[in-house]
């Protein structure tokens, strides 16, 4: 899924998306809303049963979109975030270059057999501007990279 030219510059490079493992919260959902919700409306009466397939549909196709939009990408500014699917809930969260601490993952049995980990783009400064994001497809090399690219830019002199 590629980000429209607006959200993101021309020379950024996406390295994570969510993984497969994200989209069974969707699916579970989806389980739940067709399979256990939808026949108990059928027993009430048919438009308790439209009412509640429109809504499962809705909630069901939105929650997907949610998680398609999430990528993480880098540009020669920072690490970046971006997400969301509805316009007033689109937004980009980041670290700079010279802000970012580390690049770390959460390694376990569940993440090596899924490849699906937590990635977390430290900020040397505050917690609460560092990038937390759970399920990411490949993230362990998405953290290689963003590691790799850092020590370079240290190397170079281009960060402090």
Partial sequence: MELDKAARPAQARVIGVKSWLAYAGVLALAVLLFFVALPLAFHWNEMAAAGV???SALVVGY?????????????DVGVWVVSGVLPWAKGVQGVKWRD???ATYVNGFVSWATRSYTVRIGHRFTKESEIVLHHIARG?????????IHQQMIRSGAVD
Avoid: K, P
């Avoid at 929650?63 to 540009?75: A, K, T, W």
């Fill in 53 to 55: 397939l429109g809504a």
């Fill in 63 to 75: 929650q997907f979109l949610q998680v398609r939009s999430v990528q993480l990408y880098y540009d």
């Fill in 100 to 102: 970012m601490d580390d």
């Fill in 140 to 148: 362990r090399q998405a953290v290689e990279t963003i590691n790799a």
